[in-house]
């Protein structure tokens, strides 16, 4: 749990209950069409270094195809913020960003997820729109459950050594929630 969220517990601000599986948090009319949620890539095995594997920089490398031939051409990213224990969600997205020309959006902490279900929700230019989420595998279930994905379509917990699991969520307006578990290539 980060700083902010004991704060936030600490001082009777905890985060609302989670909404029931299959029901969108974005309200009609707000928020994006379509999310894939995806872990960071491949850690290195030593708990200090901050940084991707050698097959994870493999990894963060095939999503430059893997996304937009699986998925089409998303048109924003957003990664769980860099400490100093990880950059990997961050590393993960580089190679896709910088062959898309997008920015990568980590200034969200993995454990405030409500923080990033509000900016998704509020901010205009998220609106209908197609959109990558890297996160950290702990923080991965609590995410895509307030995303509103029915229970089995994702891992719960999230294996740490699954690297290629990828969640394809969609919001079709309705409420509703739409989840399909892929498998990338290894």
Not at 22 to 35: C, E, I
Not at 79 to 96: M, Q, Y
Not at 134 to 146: F, K, T
Request: charged share 30%.
């Amino acid at each position: 749990m980060g700083f902010f969220q004991w704060l936030k517990r600490l001082f009777g601000w905890a985060p609302k209950a989670p909404l029931p599986y299959r029901l969108s948090p974005f309200p009609a009319g707000t928020g994006p069409a379509r999310l894939v949620i995806l872990r960071h890539a491949e850690k290195t095995g030593d708990k200090r270094d901050p940084n991707l594997s050698p097959p994870g920089v493999r990894r963060a490398g095939q999503l430059v195809d893997y996304i937009p031939a699986t998925f089409g051409q998303p048109q924003f990213l957003f990664a769980a913020k860099t400490s100093k224990r990880s950059r990997r969600p961050v590393l993960t997205l580089e190679p896709l960003a910088a062959a898309l020309k997008l920015e990568i959006r980590a200034k969200i902490d993995d454990d405030d997820v409500d923080d990033l279900i509000a900016v998704l929700r509020d901010k205009e230019r998220y609106r209908g729109k197609f959109g990558v989420i890297c996160w950290r595998h702990s923080e991965l279930p609590g995410l895509i459950q307030a995303l509103g994905a029915e229970r089995g379509t994702f891992p719960d917990p999230w294996d740490e050594n699954d690297y290629t699991t990828t969640l394809d969520l969609t919001f079709p307006g309705n409420g509703e929630v739409r989840a399909a578990r892929l498998r990338m290539p290894d």
